[in-house]
C-alpha cells in the first residue's frame, strides 16, 4: 500500500469539501474547452434530437441523416440536422474494493478513480445531466440515485474517497455488476466503468467472464471503460523472498522474487492486459488507462482528443459514401 495513503486519508476524512474543490478546479481549469461541444462527452457521438431539415449537400452529409418525407415531398434530396441531447444520465460502475487501496506512485487507485469518476460528473453537470453510480463494495453493490448538481456529486465522491477498506467478504464479480447496471439502468445515456480489471475469471472460451454483460449493455449506451493502473501490477523488482498479501481475502504468501519469477509476472501482466484491451474492444466500449505515476488530466485530454479524431475521420468517410 502506498506509504502516503494514512495521511492524505486523515486529510480527506477531516477536511473532503476542500479536497473535492481541489479536485474540481484541477478539472474544469485544465478540461474545460477541450471536451466540450453542444454536448460533453469523452466519447464524442450525434445527438438524439431532430433540427429543422436542410438541403442535402454531397460529400459533405451524413446520408444516414437523410430526411426521407421531406425528400419525397419537395422532390429534392434533404438531411435533417441533429442537435445534442441533453438532460442525460450518466451512471458509473465504481470498484471500490479493497485491492483499490493499493498504490505505490502519486496516489493509490482509489483516489484515481475518484478522480477518473469526478472529470466525468463535473463536467457532465454543468449542463443538467444526472449522474449515479453503483459501487462495487466488499460487501456488495451499492446504488447511488442519480442526481443534478455538484452537490450530488460531492456527496457521491466523499463517499468513495472515506469509505474503510472492506475485504471481499460478499463482493460482486464485475460481470455480475455491469449485469445488474444494465438490467437496472434502461434509459440510454453514457455508461463509466471505473476498475482495475484484475478479476477476470474465464468462460470456456477462454475470454472474461465481463465481455458478454459489457457488449450487451455497450449495444444500447455510450460505454466508456476506465482502467486503473499501478506500475507495481506491471512488474515486480528482484528484492529475494518476501511476504505478499492479497488485499481481497487478507491471506499472505512468501514468494521468491527472482529472477525467473519476476519475468514471468512481467509476461503475465502484459499479456493479461493485451486480453482486457481486447475483450473492451470486441465488446465496442471505448477504453481509457490511468496510471497512478502519470498526470490523470493529461490522459484524459489525449484519450478525448483522440476519440474525437476518430470519429471525425469515421463521420468524413461516410459523408463521402453514396446511397
Same mark, same amino acid.
Given at each position: ?28 481549469? &485544465?478540461? @474545460? ?49 441533429? $442537435? ?28 484515481? !478513480? ?40 460531492? %456527496? ?8 474503510? +477498506? ?5 463482493? +460482486?464479480?464485475? /460481470?455480475?455488476?455491469? !449485469? !445488474? ?16 480489471? *484484475? ?20 449495444? &444500447? ?8 493502473? @499501478?506500475?507495481?501490477? *506491471? ?23 527472482? &529472477? ?7 509476461? /503475465? ?9 481486447? %475483450? *473492451? ?17 493529461? @490522459? $484524459? ?21 453514396? +446511397?
Amino acid at each position: 500500500m502506498h506509504t502516503s495513503r494514512t495521511s492524505r486519508g486523515a486529510l480527506a476524512r477531516l477536511a473532503p469539501e476542500r479536497t473535492l474543490r481541489r479536485l474540481e478546479l484541477a478539472v474544469t481549469r &485544465r478540461l @474545460d474547452g477541450l471536451l466540450h461541444g453542444e454536448h460533453v462527452g469523452l466519447l464524442p457521438g450525434p445527438g438524439t434530437e431532430l433540427a429543422e431539415a436542410r438541403l442535402y449537400q454531397p460529400g459533405e452529409d451524413d446520408v444516414r441523416h437523410m430526411d426521407w418525407a421531406v425528400t419525397a415531398r419537395t422532390t429534392a434530396p434533404h438531411v435533417r440536422d441533429l $442537435i445534442a441531447d441533453h438532460e442525460l444520465e450518466t451512471w458509473a460502475l465504481v470498484d471500490v474494493t479493497a485491492s483499490m487501496d493499493y498504490g505505490t506512485a502519486a496516489l493509490p487507485k482509489r483516489d484515481l !478513480a475518484v478522480a477518473a469518476l469526478a472529470a466525468v460528473g463535473f463536467l457532465t453537470s454543468r449542463l443538467g445531466d444526472r449522474t449515479g453510480a453503483y459501487l462495487m463494495r466488499g460487501d456488495g453493490l451499492r446504488r447511488w440515485p442519480a442526481r443534478t448538481g455538484k452537490a450530488a456529486i460531492y %456527496a457521491l465522491l466523499a463517499d468513495i474517497l472515506t469509505a474503510p +477498506p472492506q475485504q471481499a467478504s460478499g463482493r +460482486p464479480s464485475l /460481470a455480475e455488476g455491469i !449485469a !445488474a447496471l444494465a438490467r437496472s439502468q434502461t434509459r440510454r445515456g453514457l455508461r463509466v466503468i471505473i476498475t482495475d480489471f *484484475l478479476d477476470q475469471p474465464a468462460d470456456p472460451q477462454g475470454r472474461p467472464d465481463w465481455e458478454r454483460p459489457l457488449r450487451r449493455l455497450a449495444a &444500447r449506451h455510450q460505454v466508456l471503460a476506465v482502467e486503473i493502473i @499501478d506500475p507495481r501490477e *506491471l512488474s515486480l523488482p528482484e528484492v529475494g523472498m518476501v511476504n505478499v498479501a492479497d488485499p481481497e481475502t487478507g491471506a499472505t504468501y512468501e514468494v521468491s522474487l527472482n &529472477r525467473k519469477v519476476t519475468d514471468a509476472y512481467a509476461r /503475465a501482466a502484459a499479456a493479461h492486459r493485451r486480453a482486457v484491451a481486447a %475483450a *473492451l474492444r470486441r465488446a465496442g466500449a471505448g477504453h481509457l488507462q490511468l496510471r497512478t505515476d502519470r498526470d490523470w488530466i493529461t @490522459d $484524459i485530454a489525449r484519450f478525448a482528443l483522440r476519440q474525437r479524431r476518430v470519429a471525425g475521420r469515421g463521420h468524413r468517410t461516410l459523408r463521402g459514401a453514396r +446511397p
